[in-house]
Nanobody, 121 residues
Framework: QVHLVESGGGLVQPGGSLRLSCAAS????????MGWYRQAPGKQRELVAG???????NYADSVKGRFTISRDNAKNTVYLQMNSLKPEDTAVYYC???????????????WGQGTQVTVSS
């Protein structure tokens, strides 16, 4: 089993910055993909950013140039640096890992518990 723990959410003024972290623990052989999703009230969950095992990244158009995703493979941790935050970035942010398990070598998706980000003056 794999467990993800998120941290770093909170309340910030427009134009401010936050850094989210998500660390995995458990029977992990490798983490193929790490990603961040968000869900605002009344909206569907959407992909914010993703990063592959080799470091390739992709971003939603709405956050390009403002958000940066990075990973520390030694710590099984992914980060999301969010700059120039806007009120429309307000949402619950979830991390998602595609993990290959040690015992079976099969892959499974795991999700964090979610962390609230509120951008408001």
């Amino acid at each position: 089993q794999v467990h993800l723990v998120e941290s770093g959410g909170g309340l910030v003024q427009p134009g401010g910055s936050l850094r989210l972290s998500c660390a995995a623990s458990g029977s992990i052989f490798s983490i193929i993909v790490m990603g961040w999703y968000r869900q605002a009230p009344g909206k569907q969950r959407e992909l914010v950013a993703g990063i592959g095992s080799g470091g390739s990244t992709n971003y939603a158009d709405s956050v390009k140039g403002r958000f940066t995703i990075s990973r520390d493979n030694a710590k099984n941790t992914v980060y999301l640096q969010m700059n120039s935050l806007k009120p429309e970035d307000t949402a619950v942010y979830y991390c998602q890992f595609l993990v290959r398990a040690v015992a079976t070598m099969t892959t499974s998706d795991y999700w964090g518990q979610g962390t609230q980000v509120t951008v408001s003056s």
